[in-house]
């Protein structure tokens, strides 16, 4: 439960948002972390731009006034199993470690699942 009522806001990404997207996935993964000795790669930079033009492939974050406090990636891909029918994929959700246990996990869950129902999956 979200307590002193604060405002959950669901939105796509954007490259001002790495800065605090990554350290979500360090905090899960320090591996990650290492790897990249903890700063924004070239590569990276390359990936989320990707992102920023894909029609397919969707990075979102979650805002507890207005800090980002989670993320999630929806990607929708054809399958060839199924006659080409288009499936949503959900993966890299990732909630700032304070903000676990307050339904934001959740709320992003709800908000991909409603996203793929636009796109008529």
């Known amino acids: ?6 405002t959950l806001n669901i939105r796509l990404a954007n490259q001002q948002d790495l800065p605090s997207i990554l350290p979500l996935f360090w905090d899960d ?25 894909s029609s397919d492939h969707f990075l ?27 499936r949503a994929n959900i993966e890299g959700v990732f909630i700032a470690n304070n903000a676990q246990g307050q339904g934001v996990g959740a709320a992003l869950v709800k908000f991909a699942i409603e996203q793929s129902r636009q796109k008529r999956l």
């Open 1 to 6: 439960m979200m307590t002193n009522n604060p």
């Open 29 to 53: 993964k320090p591996e990650l972390k290492q790897a990249c000795r903890g700063e924004i790669t070239d590569d990276m930079q390359a990936i989320f731009e990707l992102f920023e033009h």
């Open 60 to 86: 979102y974050v979650a805002t507890l006034d207005n800090v980002v406090v989670g993320t999630l990636q929806l990607s929708f891909i054809p399958q060839f199993t199924y006659n080409g029918e288009i």
